[in-house]
């Protein structure tokens, strides 16, 4: 699948692969009928090798060579983008590039949202938002707080937002769960099995969610970070509709 570059882009052509990093951000998909919402958030202000006057950034979708790019470009040092895309699967390039510093960064990754069975529940990915200053209810409002990485602040509060769709009269009252679990390496793993190291207890939190009836929706809750040990966590939301299998959404975060 061939990627058409924004306009800046193209000096990257000439620059050696060494100039190029991982550009991290968050990633999120929303639906919308029968389209996707695509949201990209970004904060280039902590990677002093890509931050700079003369920085620019863009989200590029694109399903194919002969199809012209979706491509939305900034150069403000951190923000967000949104775009709407029909269901179709396309590549997403979410790059920057600093030609004062001959520096870039990117992460690719293919897009597509499969289509949800009648009377089934689904739901979308989490947004990590902070929820210091922006306790947003709604997507639009949690947009410019959305968090530009998946390494977020243990002295923060933590804003996690979702959507669900295609709820029933029968799962008004939806079983809801959050759960963050410690994510330990092979070597921890051994060591708890033979009884030489405590075992981590998962974090969680369960609730029966009463959402309005119909069309999207949306939920927002914030998590206090403080009492959190620093580490590598899974965060696991679940839902159990009445008809059907558990639907879960995930994200590994790092706290620091």
Do not use: C
């Not at 997507?139 to 390494?151: D, Q």
């Not at 963050?180 to 921890?188: A, F, K, N």
């Amino acid at each position: 699948m061939g990627l058409q570059r924004p306009p800046f882009s193209r000096a990257l052509l000439a620059e050696r692969s060494d100039t190029f990093g991982e550009f991290d951000a968050q990633l999120a998909l929303f639906r919308r009928g029968d389209s996707v919402q695509v949201v990209a958030a970004y904060d280039l202000t902590t990677d002093t090798a890509l931050v700079g006057p003369a920085a620019h950034t863009a989200l590029v979708l694109q399903r194919d060579e002969r199809e012209t790019p979706l491509i939305s470009q900034s150069t403000e040092k951190r923000g967000w983008y949104s775009l709407t895309m029909d269901s179709t699967p396309r590549l997403l390039s979410l790059e920057t590039w600093n030609p004062d510093k001959k520096r870039g960064g990117r992460t690719r990754r293919g897009i597509w949202l499969a289509p949800r069975a009648p009377s089934s529940v689904s739901v979308s990915d989490v947004l990590l938002f902070d929820a210091t200053s922006n306790p947003g209810t709604d997507l639009a409002s949690i947009l410019p707080a959305a968090l530009g990485s998946l390494t977020v602040s243990g002295t923060n509060k933590l804003g996690l937002y979702w959507e669900t769709y295609g709820i029933a009269r029968q799962d008004s009252a939806l079983p809801v769960s959050l759960t963050l679990s410690h994510v330990t390496s092979g070597l921890r793993k051994f060591v708890e099995s033979i009884g030489l190291g405590k075992q981590s207890t998962p974090m969680s939190i369960a609730w029966r969610e009463t959402p309005a009836l119909g069309g999207i929706a949306t939920r927002s809750v914030v998590l206090d970070l403080s009492l959190i040990p620093r580490g590598r966590y899974k965060l696991k939301l679940e839902m159990i509709p009445r008809a059907g299998p558990p639907v879960t959404s995930t994200r590994v975060i790092d706290i620091h």
